[in-house]
């Protein structure tokens, strides 16, 4: 538990813990991987804003915020949306896998209990953690993928607003 976080379930913490998961083969792995690491971002960047521009116009959902001062990797594309659940549920009907990560707020976390913190102590943090939902986001990753991710979420809008 202690090299992983302190988890033993992805995403809850029961001890404050590190994360110290890299062994010699791995590093082998990551040396010759890092070579690749400013094309692979790159492809990230350009990703995300097919994203955006995908995205634009649909109003039950948040994309990320970018300031212009700063420059995001995009190890993940993070949307917002109040249906989060219903949402994934529905593209994944479409073969479109999503993540939630992050499910549990870092101070509803059982490691930090000690803080005293409760739920509702944050309500900001906790509606952005009941509303983030991953989309797929890859090196690679092609503009048509991005348009089947785009067309679900926009044809489960368009069912949510009849609703």
């Not at 590093?27 to 995908?54: P, S, T």
Request: proline share 5%.
């Amino acid at each position: 538990m202690l090299r992983d976080h302190g988890q033993t379930q992805k995403y809850f913490h029961e001890i404050e813990g590190y994360n110290g998961r890299l062994d010699s083969i791995q590093a082998g792995i990551l040396r010759i991987k890092l070579r690749y690491l400013e094309k692979w971002n790159a492809e990230r960047r350009e990703a995300a804003v097919r994203y955006n521009e995908l995205l634009s116009g649909l109003p039950s959902i948040t994309t990320p915020y970018e300031p212009a001062s700063s420059s995001a990797v995009y190890h993940l594309y993070v949307i917002r949306s109040t249906e989060r659940d219903a949402l994934a549920e529905h593209l994944k009907t479409h073969g479109i896998a999503t993540g939630l990560h992050y499910p549990v707020p870092v101070h509803l976390q059982q490691c930090y209990e000690a803080w005293l913190y409760r739920k509702g102590s944050l309500p900001v943090t906790e509606q952005a953690a009941a509303e983030i939902l991953s989309l797929p986001m890859f090196p690679g990753l092609t503009y048509e993928q991005q348009q089947c991710v785009a067309a679900g979420i926009a044809e489960f809008a368009a069912a949510s607003a009849v609703r």
